[in-house]
């Protein structure tokens, strides 16, 4: 069993930054693909960014490439989003998924057979 615990959300004003973290337990954590996805109120869950086994193989959404950073530490078997430039229209509370087949198309949410429990974003206009 796979545990995602995520940690550095919070209220920041719009242009400012936050570094959200994932901390994964599991023995081949560096096998895995590593996914941040996002739900806003009253919206679908979006894919945000991907890492499959190093910075070499990141993917992004379009409206986050250029402000959204995904990177992972495999001797902390811990992924990171840093997010610059945030606009109010990302809040939202945002989840680390884990991916156990990281062949498989890593911008779709179904792929992932674990997540954490989310940690909100907000910002402020």
């Known amino acids: 069993q796979v545990q995602l615990v995520e940690s550095g959300g919070g209220l920041v004003q719009a242009g400012g930054s936050l570094r959200l973290s994932c901390a994964t337990s599991?023995?081949?954590?560096?096998?895995?693909?590593m996914g941040w996805f996002r739900q806003a109120p009253g919206k679908e869950r979006e894919f945000v960014a991907a890492i499959r086994w190093s910075a070499d193989n990141t993917y992004y959404a379009d409206s986050m490439k250029g402000r959204f950073t995904i990177s992972r530490d495999n001797a902390k078997n811990t992924v990171y989003l840093q997010m610059n430039s945030l606009k109010p229209e990302d809040t939202a509370v945002y989840y680390c998924?884990?991916?156990?087949?990281?062949?498989?198309?890593?911008?779709?949410?179904?792929?992932?057979?674990?997540w954490g429990q989310g940690t909100q974003v907000t910002v402020s206009s």
């Open positions: 599991g023995r081949t954590f560096s096998s895995y693909a």
């Open positions: 998924a884990a991916s156990t087949n990281p062949y498989r198309n890593v911008r779709q949410g179904e792929q992932y057979s674990y």
